[in-house]
């Protein structure tokens, strides 16, 4: 079974300042793919960035890019130019990449509180 | 384009009632995930729908069950509630084309138990 973890229950930083959040997952499978979604008060899950683990390339969204580091089985985001409506809870979520019964899943860390000061 | 909506936004239930719990699907996903977030923890996944069959289940009890209906739209059904059943429940909805689609979140329904 895959699990995910983050480390770091809670993060701030400074409006326009440059802050990273760790992601660590683990499994056996080789073709996966990775996931930061954000979770505002309003509690909606809104997808942030994802990563295919084939691709070498790091993902960029903007103002979002991830360090993906496959043999470390690593995946963190960072937020460039934070900005008052990124502050949410994050969470890096782990999905199979196979098909079939439940390997569409998302797996969930615990999340990382993100508060922007501005 | 009408996102995933869900109902109701709050209910608070007695342990050993039942409860049930609807989901509208994004216009045009024929597939439905189910997902249990206690406070403070990440999304548990529940179990899945597809074309209205289940398709996968996570570690969670049979007195969860669900359906899918004709349009898609789905219905969490919790039996016999306990204490630790009061979470965020979110359903997800998507379009299920081979490996890569994209899940969308509904705002969830918080049940509380007491």
């Known amino acids: 079974a895959q699990t995910v973890t983050q480390s770091q229950p809670e993060m701030s930083v400074q409006e326009a300042e440059t802050v990273t959040l760790s992601c660590t997952y683990d499994t056996s499978e080789s073709d996966y793919y990775l996931f930061w979604y954000k979770q505002p008060p309003s509690r909606q899950m809104i997808l942030v960035i994802r990563q295919e683990a084939y691709k070498q390339q790091n993902a960029t969204e903007n103002r979002f890019s991830v360090n993906f580091q496959k043999a470390a089985k690593s995946f963190s985001l960072k937020i460039s130019d934070s900005q008052l409506g990124d502050a949410a809870m994050y969470f890096c979520a782990y999905r199979s990449y196979y098909s079939g019964g439940s390997n569409y899943k998302l797996t969930f860390g615990k999340g990382t509180l993100l508060t922007v000061n501005p | 384009e009408t996102g995933v909506t869900q109902s109701p936004t709050h209910l608070i239930k007695t342990r050993g009632q039942q409860v049930t719990l609807r989901c509208s699907s994004q216009?045009?996903?024929?597939?439905v995930s189910w997902y249990q977030q206690a406070l403070g923890q990440g999304p548990q996944f529940i179990f899945q729908?597809?074309?209205?069959?289940?398709?996968g289940r996570g570690n969670f009890p049979p007195r969860f069950s669900g359906l899918q209906f004709p349009n898609y739209s789905s219905e969490l059904n919790v039996n016999a509630l306990e204490l630790d059943d009061s979470a965020l429940y979110l359903c997800?909805?998507?379009?299920?084309?081979?490996?890569?689609?994209?899940?969308?979140f509904g705002p969830g329904t918080r049940l509380t138990v007491t």
């Open positions: 729908y597809y074309r209205e069959e289940e398709n």
């Open positions: 997800a909805s998507s379009l299920a084309k081979g490996q890569d689609y994209e899940q969308y």
């Open positions: 216009s045009g996903h024929n597939t």
